[in-house]
């Protein structure tokens, strides 16, 4: 039943490593998105996927690399991870870029860097 | 630019206060939508509101209400009889058109409803 989910919901990693955060939404949106939000719990956007493609690729270092095989999933690989992407990273996702839809959004999955 | 601010940063009340959080934005377009979000301790985003430019009516859901007023560019959420299950970080933002349809967030006001 749930909307929009991601896995893993917790992810702890050494600096340099790489890793993925995976993103599934079962509302039939076709707009998807991906949100960090820093220990001050500022919420900024980073990129957006609309029918696979995209949209919205604000000023994040090209560690991070976002991938839709299809309009329900959007991934977000980092490679060479450093103590600074440690955040809770939000994907969400809306019916389309019509209007400015409703975004619903996922758990949410807490990226820590040692 | 597109702004939101929340000035209020943290608001502390007891249970059955009422408890009105503050949202101003920024925008030079005429066309643009607001919305508000709760995040609880358990950290999920909950939507709230979500409200275009050209519909300035209040509105009210049980005891949440919302204040719309584009002659001071705010947007401001009021908790009637506050429970402690308000206690959360609540969050304005805005959208607007030609952008993506990108969320732009305000900072949150971190409201703590005490028994």
């Known amino acids: 039943d749930t909307a929009v989910s991601q896995t893993p919901k917790y992810l702890v990693t050494q600096m340099g490593n790489d890793k993925s955060i995976k993103c599934e939404q079962n509302?039939?949106?076709?707009?998807m998105y991906w949100y960090k939000q820093d220990s001050k719990k500022f919420l900024k956007i980073m990129f957006s996927?609309?029918?696979?493609?995209?949209?919205i690729n604000e000023t994040v270092p090209n560690r991070f690399s976002p991938k839709s095989p299809d309009k329900a999933h959007l991934n977000l690989h980092i490679n060479s991870l450093e103590l600074g992407d440690s955040a809770v990273y939000f994907c969400?996702?809306?019916?389309?870029?019509?209007?400015?839809?409703?975004?619903?959004f996922g758990p949410g999955t807490r990226l820590t860097v040692l | 630019a597109q702004k939101v601010t929340q000035a209020q940063t943290e608001i502390s009340v007891v249970e059955k206060e009422d408890v009105t959080l503050d949202c101003v934005y920024e925008t030079r377009d005429t066309t643009y939508y607001l919305f508000w979000y709760k995040q609880p301790p358990s950290g999920e985003l909950v939507f709230l509101i979500r409200r275009n430019s050209f519909d300035e009516q209040n509105e009210i859901s049980g005891r949440y209400s919302w204040n719309f007023q584009k002659s001071t560019s705010s947007f401001n959420f009021t908790i009637t009889a506050s429970q402690v299950v308000d206690s959360a970080v609540y969050f304005c933002a805005l959208i607007p058109p030609n952008s993506g349809y990108a969320l732009n967030f305000g900072k949150g006001t971190s409201l703590l409803v005490t028994p």
């Open positions: 996927y609309n029918n696979k493609e995209l949209i």
């Open positions: 509302l039939g949106h076709d707009t």
């Open positions: 969400a996702s809306s019916q389309g870029l019509v209007s400015a839809d409703t975004q619903y």
